[in-house]
């Protein structure tokens, strides 16, 4: 089953605006990772989270990761045409061993107008 | 540097024919390996992953089997194809670095049950 749900399922800005995506999940996580697809690609890695931190910056991307309400945020800043793209939220719920089995969200669809 | 291998990109196959989707993996050793399944403008599910050279672990009951002959190939098979078959099949492989495993994803095969 899902566990993340991202929020909203579409979004659509003006370059150069925010662009704020939100995940919930359901169980304890040892870390929180977001990756971003383009258009029929495989995904990419964008950032991780791990469970005892609060923050974290990578370029123009802020994550936030609350543990008590098990959610999440990624923040796009001044976002560029080809920041257009779907993003998904994963997590390892703890107790994966050594599978590294990620279990991912349905996405939020980013469109960037130009 | 570690690239994965899919192939081949795009298929169109009647229904009640075979299917044999190939992953091969290079640069690195002993990875985990997945195969998701994405519906159009949907999330990954997750179908199979190995943990090892013969270990298939099945996450949901299907039409579909998995196979790891070699340490870094990975075969997805049917031996009769269903229309709900039709999806965005994606590979990836993980490995334990740094405290966590990240997912790296292949470019994809876009199957189409006719």
């Known amino acids: 089953s899902q566990q993340g749900e991202e929020d909203p399922q579409a979004l659509s800005i003006q370059e150069g605006e925010n662009a704020t995506m939100n995940c919930s999940y359901k169980t304890s996580i040892n870390n929180l990772q977001w990756y971003r697809q383009n258009s029929g690609r495989g995904l990419v890695h964008l950032i991780l989270?791990?469970?005892?931190?609060r923050e974290k910056h990578s370029g123009r991307l802020r994550v936030t990761l609350d543990t008590s309400k098990k959610s999440s945020s990624l923040l796009i800043t001044a976002s560029r045409a080809a920041d257009t793209a779907s993003y998904f939220c994963a997590t390892d719920a703890r107790g994966s061993s050594n599978t590294g089995k990620l279990i991912f969200g349905q996405g939020t669809t980013l469109q960037v107008k130009p | 540097s570690q690239t994965i291998h899919q192939w081949p990109a795009t298929l169109v196959q009647p229904v009640g024919s075979p299917l044999s989707l190939e992953c091969t993996v290079e640069g690195t050793s002993n990875p985990n390996l997945y195969w998701y399944r994405q519906a159009a403008g949907r999330g990954l599910q997750l179908l199979f992953y190995s943990v090892g050279i013969g270990q298939i672990s099945s996450e949901v009951p299907q039409n579909l089997s998995a196979s790891r002959p070699q340490d870094r190939q990975f075969i997805l098979s049917s031996k009769k194809l269903l229309l709900s078959d039709s999806g965005f099949y994606l590979c990836a492989w993980s490995v334990f670095s740094g405290g966590f495993y990240e997912q790296y994803f292949g470019p994809g095969t876009r199957l189409t049950v006719t």
């Open positions: 989270i791990r469970s005892n931190e």
